[in-house]
């Protein structure tokens, strides 16, 4: 089953602390729903973004993404 990386992008002075707490809102979403997978994280890309994300299988990424809105996703590569 091929897993997928759901990313939220986040811009300017606050991105970093956005992006680290935005993480913690998706651990709690995927305690609720009970998701197999737990792996979330955020990454600084620079000073002024910063991304978060969370990764699912692909059988579950519809119903996530219509719930959590990622601006992005690509295929996660272990």
């Known amino acids: ?11 300017g002075l606050a991105a970093t602390k956005t992006a680290e707490h935005h993480e913690i809102h998706l651990k709690e979403y995927i305690q609720i ?3 197999s997978l737990n792996i979330t994280g955020f990454k600084v890309i620079n ?3 910063a991304i978060a994300f969370m990764v699912v299988e692909e059988q579950n990424m519809i119903p996530v993404r219509d719930a959590l809105k990622p601006h992005r996703g690509e295929i996660f590569n272990d």
């Open 47 to 49: 000073e002024f973004y």
């Open 33 to 35: 729903e009970k998701l």
């Open 1 to 11: 089953m091929r897993k997928i990386k759901l990313i939220w992008d986040f811009r």
